[in-house]
DNA sequence: TATTGTTATACTCTATAACTATA
DNA sequence: TATAGTTATAGAGTATAACAATA
């Protein structure tokens, strides 16, 4: 992605008549970006995924997939409807997510008794255990995220983004 | 997406007992969400792109697209290799962004004198003629998406995200 | 040999529609 | 009839590998 210009050109002699093309730089009528705030959120969206996948690949896990952990430690026992519905994504959606955490060790379907067609949605043993380091990791995370932002700061984005969100 | 607690319970009465189920709330030891500034960072980027398409879709423009289209038209005739470099994306899919401006009639490709490799990536006459307006639609779109922000938060916000995004 | 653009292919994430089995 | 979960399918976005034409 192009962040910022190459450089600036303020000091460079004026174009000779017609010698140039009409080359326009940054900071003109045709740069959408400089400017755009929904620009700069996307740059740092992307740089947030990266940094989350190169520190959480290793678990297994993706954003979407520890928003679906979360829930479903916060909720022993939630099924997939409730979980597709609380995570606003469609049923195979919420399906994908379940098999990849179950597949990962961290989530199992346990059977309802009193109905079939649901299954209780729980953490292993295993997953039960590894949280502890999720939430290290995750902390690492958001610390590495926001490196060069004060406390302040990052609690000041953090109200903005909510702002815009809202 | 669960944006916030359904609502506070901290008025509600203690559990009795193994009358109910450990089930926790936001805020608690799993809410990996409520302090998580990438998970906002998510939330505000998709409120950002529902609202991008849900403005720019008629003009068969997505966020990807626009960023092309303005590097096209602020560097007139450069090629795909180039727009790839620029936009830090592969050869085949910086020509899916071409064949997406080009269809939609705001570039043409122009064969190239001397290398009959390359193409020169123009906007058309159509094209040049739809910049202002686009213009105005970004320019409204930034509007919509920072409501309730001042001038001064909005510039906050650019400066904390740049800092991310570094 | 290197470069430009293209095609073929694959993987992820998302969605809808249709199906199954249960209720 | 409605619900829970699943399968099939499709579309957008990304990537790599292999290729043709040209330099």
Redesign the interface.
């Known amino acids: ?3 910022t210009a190459p450089s600036p050109k303020s000091a460079e002699p004026a174009p000779r008549a017609k010698a140039r ?6 900071g ?6 400089s ?14 995924f990266d940094l ?1 996948f190169e520190m959480l690949a290793p678990l297994d896990l993706s ?1 979407a997939r ?2 679906a ?3 479903i ?5 939630t099924n997939q409807a409730a979980l597709a519905k ?3 994504v469609a049923g195979p959606s919420a399906l994908k997510l379940v098999d990849g955490l179950e597949s990962a060790g961290w989530i199992r379907r346990v059977e309802v008794e009193g109905d079939r067609r649901r299954y209780s949605l729980q953490l292993t043993e295993q997953g039960q255990a590894r ?1 502890a380091q ?2 290290e990791k ?1 902390a690492e ?2 610390a590495r ?2 490196t ?2 004060s406390a302040v ?2 609690q ?3 109200d ?7």
């Open positions: 992605m192009p962040r093309r009409p080359r326009a730089e940054p003109d009528v045709f740069d959408f970006q400017n755009a705030l929904g620009y700069q959120l996307r740059l740092a969206q992307l740089r947030a989350f954003p520890v928003t952990l979360s829930l430690a916060m909720s022993p026992g609380a995570l606003n949280l999720l939430r995750l995370y958001e995220l926001t060069g932002l700061e990052r000041q984005l953090m903005l983004l909510g702002r815009l969100a809202r």
